[in-house]
């Protein structure tokens, strides 16, 4: 693959995904805030990217996914968590984590079909514990507003304090509770208008080797990466091998219709209808599959 640019962020949930692209002959690595990706990809800054799908019902150029390659889950989550100090039927501003709009959707989603609640959303800097336009808090604990969500790797290595926040909610566990189905949080991408081209195909070929290569070498993967993210080595098995969903399957797939259509109807993002590449690059991939060893 010549030349291929993929925007992505480097957390410990995307190893399993770009863990070792660096390395191939061609690929360039475009880092980035989550935010940023979709983006990206539609002003031609990358060809591929790892993005949210609530950016994906956003974008302004048509995208399309490629199921070569997921972050998701089926159940727990563990780092899309919603902290509150009051009970969550009467949360009226949820303070939120922008690193990811689905996280924001999705927490939206949750408090208002389990909860019966539908709060404000206000923007907050969980690293610098602000919130943008308001003075800075006099004391530790006030710079943890009432209700917050809080995604990614901060979760674990830079968590509110248990004795603020007596009610917790897990994401990921709660859309399992509202449909039964798994959660994508975010998959590749591409251009809509590049879906079909060789090198789109190319690439979808490349990242589902490169995934599947990853999922035979995971424990390694953690040992290389547990410490440099400052997770405990255990979590970090647990969250990779256990917890998080990487392939594209059947089931994921409608877990994002779902998603996609519920915010839909409850206005919390414009209708989008989802839309796959094709599947055809990835056909012979089991056959062409060498699995990993030290």
């Known amino acids: 693959m010549e030349g291929l640019r993929i925007a992505c962020v480097r957390y410990l949930n995307t190893a399993p995904l770009v863990e070792g692209l660096e390395k191939l002959g061609g690929v360039t690595l475009v880092p980035t805030v989550p935010s940023r990706i979709a983006e990206m990809v539609e002003k031609g800054e990358a060809d591929v990217g ?42 009226t501003t949820l303070h939120a ?13 949750a408090l208002a079909k389990l909860h019966g609640v539908r709060p404000a959303v206000a923007a907050f800097d969980a690293r610098e514990r602000v919130t943008p336009g308001q003075p800075p808090a006099r004391t530790l604990d006030e710079s943890w507003p009432e209700t917050v969500l809080l995604i990614g790797d901060k979760v674990v290595t830079d968590h509110p304090p248990a004795s ?15 449909t039964g189905l798994a959660f994508m949080y975010a998959t590749w991408m591409c251009r809509a208008d590049e879906a079909d081209s060789a090198r789109i195909r190319g690439a979808m070929d490349l990242l589902d080797h490169q995934r599947r290569h990853n999922a035979t070498r995971l ?31 059947p089931r994921a797939r409608e877990g994002a219709e779902r998603f996609l259509g519920e ?17 055809a690059a990835l056909v012979d991939a089991d056959r062409r599959f060498e699995p990993f060893t030290e």
Request: a neutral charge; one cysteine or more.
């Open 219 to 249: 424990e390694w993967i953690v040992r290389r990466r547990a410490a440099e993210a400052r997770w405990p080595e255990d979590l970090a098995r647990r969250y990779l091998c256990e917890l998080l969903r990487y392939e594209v399957t």
């Open 164 to 178: 603020r926040y007596p009610f917790e909610l897990d994401l990921g566990e709660a859309w399992l509770r509202m």
């Open 263 to 279: 915010a839909a109807s409850a206005g919390f993002l414009p209708a989008a209808k989802v839309a796959w590449a094709d599947e």
């Open 97 to 109: 984590d922008t690193d990811s709009r689905t996280s924001v959707v999705l927490a939206r989603m």
């Open 50 to 91: 790892l993005a949210s799908l609530a950016d994906f019902a956003t974008a302004r150029t048509a995208l399309s996914l490629l199921p070569c390659g997921m972050i998701g889950c089926d159940g727990p989550t563990l780092t899309v968590r919603l902290y509150s100090s009051v009970p969550f039927d009467r949360v």
